[in-house]
């Protein structure tokens, strides 16, 4: 393999030409409109136009990407994550193509990309499921009463589903009939498949998921697990690597169960199995995640491994580097997430142009992110700037580390999640350990909360509290603007 185009953008693409370059392999770009001078088209080897900045003009054009490769003569095509990397038309068309797909089999693809599918798939192996059913349902008559049989609360999810679209929680019988509408018109058009299944809700549930990879010579390891329960909106802000509450015991028992899922779909490349960890410790299979997942670097920073690496040399028709036994862990890893979002609003997007931006440096603090000062963050994609991420010799040192960095990170222009991994990093029950998905919803609901734990020996952080109070203006959120808040505002603008 002597050429690599990377069907991707931003930060993942950028991560996969450093190790290209690495492994003296030639990189491909690929750039939409709004992605003329961006920073992986700068990083590559070449680079080629492939549309309008829409994804769905450029990103998305399977066609006119594969025609690019057979005219520059690539070997390979990585996906990164998003776009088409769990795409298995596009994988089946890359390969007809006499092109290497560095990731799984189409088929593989396939099995895992519909819940129901890979829950019937995974059920031979023995690896536990939460109670539900397994199988597409539209009857309202027929989902009211397995519901019941399951007891409420209950979970009606999409199967071909993701990112928590086509996902309706419903707690009691009389909001049944609503919420699978809802939730079978939001599958339909975000996945144009508007089936649905019915499982048990999962109280105080934490999301806990294996790193796993697989060779064509029949070898599956795990890299352990990292905890991703920080979320909102169904989608993750911070992970971290190992988790706090798992044993080793449990660690070893999740690790085999993830790798039975692989035997179940036979598997090969880097992939992610997730489970739900219940409130007894309890854990279930959730879904399968067939490519590199966005917090692949918590994994390489407990581990001293390149998993981009590990991609490129099972596509090349290696073995894996290592055996199960040649792995280990070695200290902790937190990620925080930097989004371009208005944390205090919902957190809703917060595209705009990069006043400032200065990254944090140190021992053991490493920045992946696709952008400098000076540029503009585009409307028409995911809204993550960077991803922060901080090793420490062990979980309190992590996090320790990850407050020391974040408040190194200089962002100005749109409001960031920043703020908001702080805030994460110094609250009891993050540090404790005790907490679950519920976090946000639990813990951040009222920005005045967010303002009392920025208090440091009397000063108040004034990023944090200018956001805070940029928030109440633009939403008229008077409610919020207490006397405390106005006048720590007056202080600091004096």
């Known amino acids: 393999m002597k050429k690599v185009l990377i069907a991707n953008r931003g930060e993942i693409a950028r991560r996969v030409i450093r190790t290209l370059k690495k492994m003296n392999i030639k990189s491909v770009a690929i750039y939409s409109d709004a992605d003329r001078n961006a920073l992986h088209v700068l990083d590559a080897d070449e680079a ?23 005219r520059l003569g690539v070997d390979g095509i990585h996906p990164g994550y998003g776009f088409l990397s769990e795409n298995a038309e596009f994988a089946d068309k890359v390969q007809k193509a006499g092109i290497t797909f560095i990731g799984p089999t189409s088929s593989s693809m396939k099995v895992m990309g519909d819940k129901l599918s890979a829950k019937q798939a995974v059920k031979q192996f023995n690896v536990p499921l939460v109670p539900g059913i397994d199988e597409a349902i539209d009857d309202v008559e027929e989902a009211t009463k397995i519901a019941n049989e399951i007891g409420y609360p209950v979970l009606i999810k999409a199967t071909a589903g993701g990112g928590g679209k086509g996902m309706r929680l419903v707690e009691k019988e009389e909001e049944l009939e609503e919420q699978m509408h809802l939730a079978q018109n939001e599958a339909r058009s975000s996945f144009g498949n508007d089936a649905c299944f019915i499982e048990k809700f999962v109280t105080k549930p934490r999301h806990i998921e294996i790193q796993v990879f697989g060779d064509t010579h029949g070898n599956h390891v795990h890299m352990f697990e990292r905890e991703c329960s920080i979320q909102r909106r169904h989608q993750k802000v911070i992970e971290e690597a190992p988790s706090s509450i798992l044993s080793e015991a449990q660690r070893q028992e999740m690790g085999a169960a993830a790798i039975s899922v692989c035997k179940a779909c036979d598997y090969v490349g880097a992939g ?3 489970f739900l960890l219940d409130a007894d410790l309890n854990f279930y299979f959730l879904e399968m995640n067939t490519r590199l997942q966005v ?3 918590v994994t390489e920073e407990i581990t001293g491994l390149d998993l981009v690496e590990w991609q490129i040399r099972v596509a090349r028709g290696e073995k894996l580097p290592k055996k199960q036994e040649e792995l280990s862990i070695n200290g902790h890893a937190i990620e ?34 696709a952008f400098a000062e000076g540029m503009d963050i585009p409307i028409y ?24 960095a974040i408040d190194d990170y200089q962002i100005s222009g749109v409001k960031t999640t920043l703020d908001f991994g702080k805030y994460v990093m110094k609250h009891e029950a993050f540090t404790s350990g ?29 990023h944090g509290l200018n956001q805070i109070w940029d928030s109440i203006i633009e939403k008229q959120e008077k409610e919020f603007a207490s006397r405390e808040i106005k006048s720590a505002w007056r202080r600091e603008r004096s």
Request: glycine share 6%; charged share 30%.
């Open 48 to 70: 080629v136009y492939v549309g309008a900045s829409p994804s769905a003009e450029s990103y998305l054009k399977q066609d006119v990407i594969i025609e690019h490769c057979l």
């Open 381 to 404: 994609y995911d809204p993550m700037i960077a991803k922060l991420s901080v090793w420490g010799k062990d979980r309190a040192h992590a996090i320790k580390r990850t407050i020391k």
């Open 272 to 274: 992610t199995v997730e």
């Open 336 to 369: 925080v997430r930097v989004y371009a979002e208005d944390t205090l609003g919902g957190f809703t997007p917060d595209i705009g142009h990069l006043e400032r931006y200065r990254v944090p440096s140190g021992q053991s603090v490493r920045v992946d992110d």
């Open 295 to 297: 917090e692949h670097a």
């Open 434 to 462: 005790d907490f679950d998905t519920n976090f946000v919803k639990h813990y951040f609901e009222d920005p005045k909360v967010m303002y009392s734990l920025m208090k440091e020996e009397g000063k108040v952080l004034k």
